[in-house]
């Protein structure tokens, strides 16, 4: 790879403003580039507290940033607010679309592009499936969880048929990795916490099932630690319906198919914490270079994360898997990692150097089931559940959580959450059916 011009600054675009593409630009802002950094949303999400928005624990202002107000001190990196709608890597152009006011953003040249467009959910071919079952990759779907959820509640205070009553107050988590679990969890919780706010309704007599097509919950967790945490769902009032699949979702709830046969299962809402693929964006740049995709829409990247070819190209995050490596897991330390890497290999090519391939380092994997328990594992080998597990998933999160005011907040929600069973947030906004 030629070493750039030095005549002019090096034009580095950053396409994801999340976990890796943060990362990325937060290295790049330190060294003489110009960089910009381009996402359809303004905000950094915190995808991994999502699920505690659409349980009313947190508010959404609390897990999001700004993503201007991140780098404003840094003159070097310029935000731009678009959807990127395809690239042309011959003319090292990305073309935009506009997402605000019908502006018409021109498309940005680069001399280094990083993208970082991660994940979106995937109903299995079942599209029409969205409408009933709402998911938590994005803040939309995690409020629409929320206004479901208390809605349901609700309805079933109001309900004078028994048999409907129960239909409301049944939640059906499809998917028991860590989201699909932390959900169900935080749902067990609420009935449990508001019991006293109903005059009707015993909320204890929520039903939670959590349905999996594998053997076990949290597949990605040695067995022992699995099995203690199915075990604590369970005294949190979650069935687990493991070796189950989900054949079918519409308005009145969800079909079954276990050894035993088909069960259409009545329930007032179902969250869907299953498949996922790759961001549309991977499929754009891999049209645009030619480039393999995996059968989940992921990109095969060099082992320096280059798209094969195009060595002023990188893909990194969720929308990506490494060519002949070990599979990455779709986790947040493995994009931000990437995201160093990639500011680093500019870096090197500014000094005329090269990298070597990207190594990820594993420190360990967290879930968390409700208040004070949580699983964790962590190398080398060390299992940890309960309380300490938990201590140590909180800390984990406020640490990396953007922003320190929101690390406060939510430090203080959760301190108050946990002294009184609170949840300060559990407002139902959106859409609702109103006359
Ligand atoms: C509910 C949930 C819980 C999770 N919990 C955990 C956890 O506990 N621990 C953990 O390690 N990981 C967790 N993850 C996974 C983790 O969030 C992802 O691995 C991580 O976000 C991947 O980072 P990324 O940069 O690849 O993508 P993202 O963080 O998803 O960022 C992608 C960015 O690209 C932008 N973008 C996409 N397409 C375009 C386009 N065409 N134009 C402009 N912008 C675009 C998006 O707006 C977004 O800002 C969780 C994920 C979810 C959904």
């Known amino acids: 790879m030629a070493p750039p011009n030095q005549s002019s600054p090096h034009r580095v675009v950053v396409v994801g403003g999340g976990f890796g593409g943060l990362q990325a630009c937060l290295k790049l802002a330190r060294l003489p580039v110009e960089v910009t950094l381009v ?72 001399d280094t592009l990083i993208v970082s467009g991660g994940s979106q959910y995937s109903y299995f071919g079942h599209d029409e499936w969205q409408e009933y079952a709402a998911e938590l990759k994005s803040l939309e779907g995690a409020l629409t969880i929320r206004r479901r959820i208390l809605e349901a509640f609700e309805a079933a205070e109001l309900e004078p048929d ?21 959900m169900a969890g935080q749902i067990a919780e609420i009935a449990r916490d508001t019991r006293n706010e109903f005059r009707v309704i015993d909320t204890w007599q929520a039903k939670v099932l959590l349905v999996e097509a594998g053997e076990r919950v949290l597949a990605a967790f040695p067995k022992r630690l699995s099995a203690k945490a199915e075990k604590s769902l369970g005294s949190l009032g979650v069935t ?64 320096d994360l280059t798209l094969p070819g195009y060595p ?68 080398p080998g060390i299992k940890v559940s309960g309380f300490l597990a938990w201590a140590l998933w909180l800390g984990i999160h406020l640490w990396y959580l953007v922003g320190f005011q929101n690390r406060v907040l939510v430090f203080t929600r959760w301190g108050f959450s946990f002294l009184t069973h609170g949840r300060g947030t559990r407002l139902i906004t959106g859409e609702q059916n109103m006359p």
Request: glycine share 10%; with cysteine; net charge positive.
């Open 39 to 110: 996402d359809r949303r303004n905000f950094h999400l915190f995808q991994p507290l999502a699920y505690q928005v659409a349980t009313g624990a947190v508010s959404p202002a609390e897990i999001c940033y700004p993503l201007r107000r991140i780098f404003r001190r840094r003159r070097n990196v310029r935000v731009v607010l678009a959807e990127v709608v395809g690239f042309d890597l011959a003319a090292r152009r990305v073309a935009l679309h506009d997402v605000a006011l019908g502006t018409a953003p021109e498309a940005l040249e680069y």
């Open 162 to 182: 028994p048999e409907r009553q129960a239909e409301l107050l049944t939640f059906v988590v499809v998917g028991a990795g860590p989201t699909g679990v932390e």
């Open 240 to 303: 687990s319906l493991t070796n189950h699949m989900v054949t079918g979702i519409d308005a009145e709830g969800v079909t079954i198919k276990s050894g035993e046969g088909e069960e259409k299962v009545p329930a007032g809402t179902v969250i869907w914490a299953a498949g996922v693929l790759a961001a549309s964006v991977a499929s754009k740049l891999a049209e645009a270079a030619g480039s393999e995709q995996d059968k989940v829409d992921r990109l095969l990247v060099e082992p």
């Open 312 to 379: 002023d190209v990188l893909a990194i995050g969720d929308m990506v898997q490494v060519k002949g490596g070990d599979p990455l897991p779709g986790v947040a330390p493995v994009a931000m990692q990437m995201g160093r890497y990639a500011a680093r290999s500019v870096r090197s090519k500014l000094r005329g150097g090269t990298s070597g391939p990207f190594k990820y380092k594993d420190k360990g994997n967290l879930a968390t089931l409700g208040r004070a328990r949580a699983i964790a594992e962590l190398p």
